[in-house]
């Protein structure tokens, strides 16, 4: 299977909390993917993250990360930019040892900035993060999410050019903050091939690795202000979104965020298997 689907955290019909137990009882239940959630800090210890290696490379789970919520690549205050530098880096040098494929996180505010100021600070910062992971030998794709407010730094294009001015980053694409941002208004199939055709046009074979986030959301005109379960009111719909991914052979992980983060995950596996099926006839 070309796509790979999982939860943005332990499985919720988990009996068990701890991130090992998570990546057994995703691999039980039928998915293949995980997130791990350091959105409060990295408590992980380095035995622990060799367990999970070992078990996630065992049942075939990809497995990534996403990095505490409070950071800011756009700051001018030094403490808060040292604190970003940080999170960002022990997140990753983590995921690493867990042998996850990429670190999440949020790029940051506009703040007082215009556009072009938050997209150099932000760069500057990426640039010291890919300094200190070189000098400790940690190979890791590091995931710039698209926010879901719009006064937040990181919209698509933003994190496009991000990517093709730093090797080492990678959008990832979260459909619910495009859709309450206003980046792209989703309502069927052929906002889903636009998003992608652009995907492809500015960073290749992207479409062929890419990690995205899905849910529904409630929105205002600001932006996001929370996710919903899939089917709640179809903003933005996922079952175009799973025959968009079927009918293309785009390959890559979905990791769901809705608050049923098994159960809706695995609703998106059910729906791209039977459109897979379906081409596979025709």
Do not use: W
Request: charged share 25%; with cysteine; hydrophobic share 35%.
């Amino acid at each position: 299977m070309s796509i790979r689907f999982g939860p943005a955290g332990i499985p919720l019909s988990c009996k068990e909390t701890s991130t090992l137990s998570g990546v057994k009882c995703c691999k039980d239940i039928g998915l293949d993917a995980m997130e791990l959630e350091f959105v409060h800090g990295v408590r992980m210890k380095d035995v622990s993250a060799a367990e999970i290696k070992s078990a996630a490379g065992d049942l075939d789970i990809r497995l990534s990360s996403h990095a505490p919520y409070y950071v800011n690549l756009c700051t001018n205050d030094p403490a808060k930019r040292e604190n970003t530098i940080r999170h960002i880096f022990h997140s990753a040098r983590t995921t690493a040892l867990c042998g996850g494929i990429i670190t999440v996180f949020h790029p940051g505010f506009y703040q007082k900035l215009s556009p072009q100021e938050a997209f150099a600070a932000a760069k500057k910062t990426l640039l010291e993060i890919e300094e200190k992971l070189k000098q400790n030998k940690i190979k890791i794709r590091l995931g710039a999410e698209t926010v879901g407010k719009k006064s937040a730094f990181g919209g698509l294009l933003e994190n496009i050019k991000l990517s093709q001015e730093l090797d080492f980053v990678e959008p990832v694409i979260d459909f619910a903050h495009l859709h309450a941002r206003g980046d792209f208004r989703i309502n069927g199939e052929s906002e889903y091939k636009a998003i992608f055709d652009l995907l492809e046009r500015e960073l290749g074979d992207y479409v062929k690795r890419f990690h995205c986030h899905f849910s529904e959301i409630n929105y205002s005109e600001k932006g996001e202000l929370n996710h919903l379960d899939l089917g709640t009111k179809d903003e933005p719909p996922f079952r175009p979104f799973m025959k968009v991914l079927a009918e293309n052979g785009y390959s890559g992980t979905v990791i769901c965020e809705s608050p049923k983060i098994d159960l809706d995950a695995l609703l998106m596996k059910q729906t791209y298997e039977n459109f897979t099926e379906k081409f596979k006839v025709h």
